[in-house]
C-alpha cells in the first residue's frame, strides 16, 4: 500500500509555529530516558540492521560494488555471530538497499526480489534538473526493479515560500511512482534554514502522498540532526492523530546522513518510540540511511559475544 495525495490545504501549513528552544531542550533528553542494557541492547542493535538502507551512492560504483553490498544486505551479521548470540535461526537482513539508478538492474538481478531497492531519484542530490528528466528518471528506475524511490525536492521553492509550488512538484513525483513504488521524500533539511521551514515542507510533502519523509541526501553541510528529526516526525504524528479522519495518513521517518555508529543510531531509535511508539521502529516505517553504520554495530554485536570490540578491517563493507 501506498499513500495517496490529499488536496492541498495551505491552513495547514500556515498553522505550522516552532518553538526552537523547546525542539532543542526535548531533543536533548532523547536517548537519557530510555537506556538500553544488555539483552535489550543486542535487541536494539539487531532492530537498527533491520531498518537499514545499505547504501552505495559513489561516483566510482561499480557492479561488482553492488554485488557485495546486496550480498551483505542479504547476511548483514556473521553467521556465528547470530549463533553465539542464539539467532542462528533468525533470517536477518537489512531493510533495503539504496543505490543510483545505473546500479538498480544490477541490484534487482542480484536480489531476485528477495529484498528490496530504493533508488535515489529526480536529479540527487540537488534535485535541479528539467521536471520531464526528474520525473522520467522515477520511470525507468521502476521498470529496472526498484519498488521504493527516494526523490528530492527543490529546495528553492522551499526558501521561497512557494508551498502551491513544492505539493505540484511532490504530486507529480507521486504520480509517477503511481502505485509500483514507494515514495521516500528527501527534504535537505540542511539546506531549508529554519525549524519551521522542515516543519512545512513535512506537511507539504505528506499532503503530496509522501509515504516516507528523509532528513538530508547525505551531501548537505548538516545531515541528520535530532531536532530536525524530532520537527518532522512530529508532523507525521500530527496527520495521524490531529487532522480530521479523511486526511490521517501513515508516514514512514528516514534520517540520513552522518549516522556511522551505534552509539548515533540509539537515540533515533529511542525518538521513534518516543513520539510514535514501537509499531513505528519497524523497517516498514522507520530506516537508516547509511553506509558504514552496518559495520559498527556488527562488532558491537561480536562484542557481546567475544569481550572484544573487533578491528573495523575483520568486518569489511563493500
Avoid at 189 to 196: F, K, Q, V, Y
Avoid at 218 to 230: S, W
Avoid at 264 to 277: C, H, I, N, R, V
Wanted: charged share 25%; aromatic share 4%.
Amino acid at each position: 500500500m501506498v499513500n495517496q495525495p490529499m488536496p492541498f490545504d495551505l491552513g495547514l501549513v500556515n498553522a505550522i509555529r516552532v518553538n526552537g528552544p523547546a525542539v532543542t531542550r526535548r531533543a536533548a533528553t532523547i536517548g537519557t530516558r530510555r537506556c538500553f542494557k544488555v539483552e535489550a541492547q543486542v535487541a536494539a542493535l539487531i532492530r537498527a540492521v533491520r531498518c537499514i538502507d545499505l547504501t552505495t551512492l559513489a561516483g566510482d560504483d561499480t557492479p561488482g560494488r553492488v554485488q557485495r553490498l546486496c550480498a551483505k544486505a542479504l547476511q548483514p551479521v556473521r553467521r556465528e555471530i547470530l549463533t553465539d548470540l542464539d539467532l542462528g535461526d533468525f533470517n536477518l537482513t537489512v531493510g533495503a538497499v539504496c543505490v543510483y539508478h545505473g546500479q538498480v538492474a544490477e541490484a534487482a538481478r542480484v536480489l531476485n526480489g528477495r529484498l528490496r531497492i530504493a533508488a535515489v531519484s529526480t536529479s540527487f542530490p540537488d534535485g535541479q534538473g528539467p521536471r520531464e528528466t526528474r520525473l522520467r528518471e522515477i520511470e525507468l528506475s521502476i521498470e529496472a526493479g526498484a519498488t521504493e524511490i527516494d526523490v528530492v525536492i527543490p529546495r528553492g521553492l522551499v526558501l521561497a515560500g512557494e508551498w502551491v509550488g513544492l505539493f505540484n512538484e511532490v504530486l507529480a513525483m507521486r504520480q509517477a511512482c503511481g502505485n509500483r513504488a514507494k515514495m521516500k521524500v528527501i527534504l535537505g533539511t540542511g539546506n531549508l534554514s529554519t525549524l519551521e521551514n522542515v516543519a512545512k515542507t513535512s506537511a507539504v510533502a505528506i499532503m503530496a502522498g509522501a509515504d516516507t519523509i528523509k532528513t538530508s541526501t547525505g551531501k548537505e553541510p548538516v545531515n541528520a540532526t535530532l531536532p530536525v528529526g524530532l520537527v518532522m516526525v512530529r508532523q507525521i504524528r500530527r496527520f495521524r492523530d490531529e487532522v480530521p479522519t479523511d486526511q490521517q495518513r501513515i508516514v514512514g521517518f528516514k534520517p540520513a546522513g552522518g549516522i556511522s555508529s551505534a552509539a548515533d543510531a540509539m537515540p533515533w531509535l529511542s525518538l521513534m518510540l518516543e513520539e510514535l511508539g514501537e509499531e513505528w521502529a519497524r523497517p516498514d516505517r522507520f530506516r537508516f540511511g547509511a553506509s558504514s553504520l552496518l559495520n559498527d554495530i556488527e562488532r558491537q554485536l561480536e562484542m557481546f559475544v567475544t569481550g572484544r570490540y573487533a578491528a573495523a578491517h575483520h568486518h569489511p563493507m563493500p
